[in-house]
C-alpha cells in the first residue's frame, strides 16, 4: 500500500491480522472485582449514586457486571449508562504474528478495498497496540472509564474481518511519527478517524 503525502512515497507494509474464530457479547459483564456499592464511591460513578441507592438497593453487593448484565436482561436500559457509547457491542479477537512487526513502532493503517479506513500512531509497538490493545477487548475496556476506541475499532474491524488488511509503515522517530499521523489523517480523512470524532 502506497500513501502520499507532502510529495513523498510512502509504502506500507501489509501484515496479516489472525482471527480467533469466535464473536464476544457482552464483555462488561465480566467485570466483577469491585461490587457496585464500591464503584458508586469512585468519582466517574458518584454520579449513579443516588438513582443506585434508591432503585437498585437489592444489588448493591453483588459484582458491577453481573449487575448491568442482570439490567439488561431485564430490559432497564440504565446498564448503558455506565457502560462508553462502543461498550455494547459485538466483538472478536485478533493479533498479528509477525515478530518483527510486533516489536516495530511507527504508523499504521486498516484498509478495505485499498480504502484507507483507520490511521493511527504507534509509539510503543505494534504488538502492544493490536495484540493488547484493539486485538482484544477487556471487560474494563466496555465502561465510561474504559477504551471506547479499542471498543469502536474492534467492532468495525470485526464486523469487515473478511475484507480488513492491516499496514505498517515501520519508523524510528517519535516526532516523525507524531507529525506524519497528523499529516496523512489531514490528506486521506479516514472514515473510521472521523467518526471517533463526531461520535
Known sequence: MKLVVENHDLVFREISLEFVPSIYLDIFSQKNNKTLRETIEHRRYIKFRKIIESRYTNYLDIGLGAFLATLKDNGDVFYKEMLNKNGDKVYSQFFIADKIAQRSKGIYLY???????????????????????????????CYIDGQSTNCHLNNLISENQEKIKFYILELEN?????????????????????????G
Not at 484498509?111 to 490493545?133: A, M, T
Not at 517519535?174 to 467518526?195: A, G, H, M, R
Open 174 to 198: 517519535e516526532f516523525q511519527i507524531i507529525e506524519l499521523e497528523k499529516s496523512l489523517i489531514k490528506k486521506y480523512q479516514p472514515e473510521w478517524n472521523k467518526s471517533l470524532k463526531i
Open 111 to 141: 484498509c478495505i478495498e485499498d480504502e484507507v479506513k483507520y490511521l493511527g500512531r504507534c509509539r510503543d509497538s505494534f504488538g502492544k497496540r493490536i495484540n493488547q490493545g484493539y486485538g482484544k477487548i477487556h471487560p474494563k475496556n
